[in-house]
Structures are given as C-alpha cells and as structure tokens.
C-alpha cells in the first residue's frame, strides 16, 4: 500500500487559517486527534497528507457558497471544480474518486456510484470534515482519491439552543434566484448523557449567470436550483463507566428538485449556454433521500487496549431524471419510450478497532480490527418498472494491522489489510437496447493484500520531511458494467471487467511551520493497471472502460501572518494523467476533464479587525488545459477566475452575522465540467455574483 503520509500541519492549518499567528495555531493544532485514521493520534503524528476543516471555516466558506462540493472545491487544492449541481459526478480528488463517510459510515455506493455521495446531510450540521488525501484502504473500500470523513455536531455540557437562518438572491434576478434557509439545534450534557437534536430546511431558487440569464437546470443528474431540502439529525451519547460509552447517531436527508424549470439546449459550438425557462417537466422530479444510522460503543480498557465497535446502516435512493433515450427504449411498451432511473442501495456494516498504545513499554504503537461491509444494490427504470442494474449483492470482510514506531526524530508506520469481496448476482436479462441478453448469475470473488508504510522524519522543530506508499482497494462500478453487456452468452462468473480497482499512490513532500510561516510542498504518483475511466455512449449515459491509468501532481500550500490579526495564503495544484487507449500497457492519451482537474491557484487574505469583526477575501484562478486537438477540441479548457469576499460580525446580544459575495466580479464564464465533458444540453455556466447573508444565534 502507498500509505498516503503527512503533510498534515500545513494543510490542517490552512484550513483552519483565520485570525491568530501561526505558533499559537500550531500548538493547538497539534493536539487534534484525526478520527477518519482509525486511531488516536495527533494530527502530526497521522501516515497521510491531512486537511482539517473546522466548523468556523465551514460556515464561512457557506457565506460564498451553498454546498459541500464549493466548500471542498474553495479549500483543497487537488479537488475538482465544482459542478454546482446536484451530481458529484467529474468532482474527483487528485484525479480519483473519494470515499465520503458521515461519523465513519460510507455514503459512496460501491456498486452502483450515483455520484449524489456529497449530498447527503446538510452543511449546517457538519462540525468538521477530515481529509486523507492520496488512495487509502484504511476505511474500506472506495477510496482511490481519498477520505473525506464528515464528523456531525456533538453537544457540550449545559444546555445549548441554536438557531440559523440564511437568505441569498443573485444581484441581477432577485425574484427566481431568491433562496432561504433555517434551522434548529438543540444540545444538552449533564451527567451520564449528551444529546443533540436538530433540523435544517433549505428552499433553493434559481442560479444566474454572469450575462443575468438563468442557468440551465440538469434535468436528468439532479440540480440544486430549484429544489427544496430537510435535513432531521439527531445524536445520542451515554457515558455508561469511566472506560464505555455508547452512542446512536440518525441522520435523515432528503433533496427535491422541484420540476418548475426546462432546459433550453445550448449550443457548444457556438458558444451557446444551456439555459432554463419556466415549464413542466415529464415525469418526476429528481430527488435524493439518504438515511444513515450508526451505533458506536467504545471501551478505554479492554484487555488494556481502546475498544471501538461501530455497527452501521445506509438507505440510499436517488431519482434522476428522464428522457427518450434510445438505451431506455423497448418495442414492448410502445414507441419513443419516455423513462428515468432509481437507485437504490442499502448498507449494512461493522467495524471493529482495536488500539493498544506503547506496547510492552516499548515506542510501537498496534492498531488492528475486523471490517464487515453488505450493500445490497439495483437500480431500476422507474415508470416501466424495469430493471437496468440487477440486484446485486457485495459482501466484504476485511481483517486489518498497522504499527507504528517512534524513534528520535524519526516515525515509521507499516501495515496489511485484507480484503475479501464476494459478489452474488442472479441470473439475468439485459435491457432490450441492449439485446435483451441472458447473463447467467454468478458469485465471483476477490483477495487482495494491501500493503502500506510510511516515514516522517523532523529536521528541526520547524522542518518536516515525508514518504509515503499506500494502496486502496475499490469496486469499478459494477452496475454499469453489468447493465452495458450486449453480447450473448456472458457469465458473471467470467467477466473480466468486474475485477476490482487497485490505486497505487506513493507520495514524497517538504514542510516547514514557523512563528510567522507555514509551507508545504508534495509531489504524488496515482497508478492503477486496470483503472475504470467513464466516457459517454451516444445517448450521453456514461460506461466503464477498463484501462490503464497514471496520474501523477504536484501540490503547493503557503500562509504568511502579517500581524497577529492578518493572514495571507496561496493553494497551488498541478495535476495530469493519462490511460492506455490501445490496450498494450503503455499509457497514451491524456484523461479528460471528468477525471484532472485544471491547474489552479488559490489566494486568500484573512483579517480579524478586531475581537468581533473577521474578513476573508479568496481569489480562485482555473489555468487553460488545452489536452486536444481537431474536432475534439471543443472539450479544451479556457480558464477563469472568481473572486469571493466575506464579513463575519459577532454581537454580544443578537448573534452572528455573515454577510458574503460569491463570484465579486460578476465573471460570466462556462464551468470546468461543460466545457471538458459536457454536451449542448449541459453546456452550463457557473453562478454570476451572488449576495448571502446568514444569521447564527445562540442561547
């Protein structure tokens, strides 16, 4: 495995880049325990490149931005632009796709990627999102581009009542871009108990361009424009001894689009963007309902090592919407057949950890565990009834040990884990464009031993260097790959393109945190000998193809303080890759913009004016990616630039004030995805300058 190693310090302090100089951020910083590695440790001290991102820079980030995917977007350097849509699909870490957890629970599907796993639970309940960058096997399956762990509000002694409201309108349509929040959390902790409870609604109106138009709304992936939102989220912990404690956590998420917009096609050729005018939409609207559960119990001393046991389930259903595609045609139900696809994947899952610190009074740390996953998983054309994706069953145990040895200036960490995968499809028939073929059922399997280490060595208190290697194990959407087959006589016992994805990622950087100073700097190699990069059919629905793929980048963060209460800082990310287009092991072709980012550049200057007022002002910076060449080169990449500002106001009396611009300038441009792998129906432009304003009150 490439274990992916620390560039921890500098990253979680640029996210959590604010007011105060960097030495005091440090300290503070350093006694952080990073719950996404498994085990107990300092943020310092975790085998992977690490950004932390607390809950004071998500609400900032909230008052430029609406969505998860924007605030990733805004504060990873190596993470796609944001498609500012429903869809994660084409939002990629260093080229890959991550693994989302909510407290631990996968949310990403792995037999069937929706690619809706970065909606579901609403900001406002977030309290920090972890980062792992680089391919990681250490939370399971999934997790070629990384982890992003998303850790929900916990309660603190006393009795504490939050309410939040927000409201924001582009500056050119205040009257259909009009879009409200609120929400309300409740927590209390006395004694044994602590519980938190809480909602979160959400009414979405129109997004608006650069030129004052209306932005085209995705009718088929699902948008966040017109839509409506709730989130019901509640959290239980009970402290039973010194040693145990148990916890329930429910989270209930459920995202509407609300139908009352068509999409105008554009034109790529052109120049021409895909707008929206008021219409009735065929069938229905497309949604996204998402319930996650886990039950934690922990013991502090069992058999003198830290207990964690975690059961959890996922219901996932995502409805996209439809359309006359020739793919969802069929002789039997009539002529130009109108349909759309459902979803549906529930999760059942275990995970064992145990940690046992300073082994035998010696500098060797030992974290082992058992992990069980079953995601039962189909996916059906919703007005026929039929089905697209069979029902496939995936079963996966996962033993795993990691050790780690501090010594002087040096820090070592190894490990294995195995994973056993079995999958269990019934004998099936394909959809009639695809010739209506007989797939005979099958349970095939897979055993992979994933390797991982890790050296971090401290020059100086202030200098850091690091080398990592690490691997991660993931499915290549199966149900893709199943629903596509149109040739006779196929077995799922036999077929080759259900292997499994291994991601090799090594990784070697520098780092330096002064008093004044905070710099990284990394290089990474993301390889895989049988990736499973997505290109569309005719009718734009995307397959899997099977190929070799290299990725390789280079990442680049900085902050400087000017003075105790000022800050600047710059991300930078350069990140390419290529796949083998003619299947004889050699890598050829560069990979689209579904896959690499563009060479960005973040700015950023943060500025506490005094104890009560804050400003941040982000300049993000998209370079050209020109990859092609003749007819193809429609999909090449014309860079732009945002700029976003933000003013935090606190009062002693009446709560927390954000007022926020997104886009300042009002730069009318077309988003990283329509320009690199859209169509004239998806030719979208990204938001022109919009207002937010939100309110925090505590009591």
């Known amino acids: 495995m490439k274990y992916s190693l620390i560039s921890t310090a500098v990253f979680g302090a640029l996210a959590l880049s604010s007011q105060v100089a960097f030495a005091d951020e440090t300290k503070e910083t350093e006694t952080m325990v990073v719950s996404a590695t498994r085990a107990p440790l300092q943020q310092s001290a975790v085998p992977a490149t690490v950004t932390i991102i607390d809950g004071a820079e998500i609400r900032q980030q909230l008052s430029v931005s609406n969505s998860l995917s924007d605030i990733l977007g805004n504060l990873l350097p190596s993470y796609s632009p944001s498609r500012q849509k429903l869809t994660s699909s084409g939002e990629t870490l260093r080229g890959r796709t991550p693994l989302y957890l909510i407290d631990g629970v996968p949310q990403s599907n792995p037999l069937r990627n929706g690619s809706r796993s970065g909606n579901t639970i609403d900001p406002m309940l977030i309290e920090r999102v972890e980062v792992i960058h680089g391919a990681s096997a250490i939370q399971g399956l999934g997790a070629s581009g990384g982890i992003i762990n998303i850790i929900t509000k916990t309660a603190k002694s006393g009795t504490e009542h939050q309410i939040t409201a927000g409201l924001s309108a582009p500056t050119s349509e205040t009257s259909e871009g009009l879009s409200y929040d609120a929400g309300y959390l409740v927590s209390h902790g006395e004694g044994q108990w602590q519980f938190v409870a809480g909602v979160h609604l959400r009414e979405t109106g129109m997004y608006v361009d650069g030129n004052g138009d209306l932005i085209g709304v995705d009718t088929t992936q699902g948008d966040t424009m017109d839509s409506s939102s709730r989130d019901i989220f509640g959290k239980v912990i009970y402290q039973i001894n010194n040693e145990q404690q148990l916890q329930l956590m429910v989270n209930h998420y459920d995202l509407a689009t609300n139908g009352d917009y068509v999409t105008v096609t554009g034109d790529r050729a052109n120049g021409i963007p895909a707008t929206s005018v008021r219409g009735e939409i065929e069938g229905d609207p497309a949604e996204n309902e998402v319930t996650t559960v886990s039950l934690n119990f922990s013991d502090a001393d069992w058999l003198g090592a830290d207990l964690k046991w975690q059961l959890f389930s996922q219901d996932f259903s995502a409805l996209y919407g439809g359309g006359r595609f020739g793919t969802f045609q069929d002789p039997a139900y009539g002529a130009d057949l109108y349909d759309q696809s459902r979803n549906d994947s529930n999760k059942l899952g275990s995970r064992l950890t145990l940690n046992w610190l300073e082994v035998a009074d010696s500098n060797v740390d030992i974290t082992t565990g058992l992990d069980f996953l079953r995601d039962r998983t189909y996916q059906e054309l919703a007005q026929t009834g039929r089905k697209w994706v069979p029902e496939t069953d995936?079963?996966?145990?996962?033993?795993?040990?990691?050790?780690?040895?501090?010594?002087?200036?040096?820090?070592?960490?190894?490990?294995?884990?195995?994973?056993?995968?079995?999958?269990?499809?019934?004998?099936?028939?394909?959809?009639?464009?695809?010739?209506?073929?007989?797939?005979?059922?099958?349970?095939?399997?897979?055993?992979?031993?994933?390797?991982?280490?890790?050296?971090?060595?401290?020059?100086?208190?202030?200098?850091?260097?690091?080398?990592?290697?690490?691997?991660?194990?993931?499915?290549?959407?199966?149900?893709?790959?199943?629903?596509?087959?149109?040739?006779?006589?196929?077995?799922?016992?036999?077929?080759?393109?259900?292997?499994?994805?291994?991601?090799?990622?090594?990784?070697?950087?520098?780092?330096?945190?002064?008093?004044?100073?905070?710099?990284?700097?990394?290089?990474?190699?993301?390889?895989?000998?049988?990736?499973?990069?997505?290109?569309?059919?005719?009718?734009?629905?995307?397959?899997?193809?099977?190929?070799?793929?290299?990725?390789?980048?280079?990442?680049?963060?900085?902050?400087?303080?000017?003075?105790?209460?000022?800050?600047?800082?710059?991300?930078?990310?350069?990140?390419?890759?290529?796949?083998?287009?003619?299947?004889?092991?050699?890598?050829?072709?560069?990979?689209?913009?579904?896959?690499?980012?563009?060479?960005?550049?973040?700015?950023?200057?943060?500025?506490?004016?005094?104890?009560?007022?804050?400003?941040?002002?982000?300049?993000?910076?998209?370079?050209?990616?020109?990859?092609?060449?003749?007819?193809?080169a429609i999909n090449n990449f014309e860079g732009y630039s945002t700029l976003d500002a933000s003013l935090n106001i606190m009062t002693d009396s009446v709560g927390e004030f954000t007022i926020g611009v997104e886009n300042l300038l009002d730069e009318d441009y077309f988003t990283y995805y329509a320009q690199t792998a859209g169509n004239d129906g998806r030719n979208f432009k990204g938001r022109g300058r919009t207002l937010r304003f939100n309110w925090l009150y505590s009591f």
């Open 394 to 632: 995936f079963e996966n145990w996962a033993p795993y040990l990691q050790a780690r040895l501090n010594e002087g200036p040096w820090s070592f960490s190894a490990g294995l884990r195995y994973e056993y995968g079995k999958l269990i499809v019934d004998d099936f028939t394909t959809l009639a464009s695809y010739g209506s073929q007989d797939v005979e059922g099958g349970e095939p399997s897979f055993n992979e031993l994933l390797t991982n280490f890790g050296v971090v060595y401290e020059f100086t208190d202030e200098w850091r260097g690091f080398i990592s290697v690490s691997e991660g194990f993931s499915m290549p959407d199966v149900g893709r790959v199943l629903r596509g087959i149109d040739q006779p006589d196929q077995s799922v016992n036999t077929f080759l393109n259900l292997q499994p994805v291994l991601t090799e990622n090594n990784e070697i950087g520098i780092e330096y945190f002064g008093h004044d100073l905070a710099f990284s700097a990394s290089y990474f190699e993301s390889d895989s000998d049988l990736g499973a990069r997505l290109s569309p059919n005719a009718d734009g629905i995307f397959e899997v193809n099977r190929e070799k793929t290299e990725i390789n980048g280079f990442e680049l963060s900085a902050e400087y303080s000017l003075t105790q209460s000022a800050s600047i800082g710059a991300l930078y990310a350069d990140n390419d890759g290529e796949f083998d287009s003619d299947d004889n092991g050699q890598v050829d072709t560069k990979l689209g913009g579904r896959n690499i980012a563009p060479r960005r550049l973040n700015l950023f200057w943060s500025h506490n004016w005094s104890g009560m007022v804050d400003s941040r002002l982000q300049l993000n910076k998209f370079f050209d990616r020109k990859i092609y060449e003749g007819a193809e």
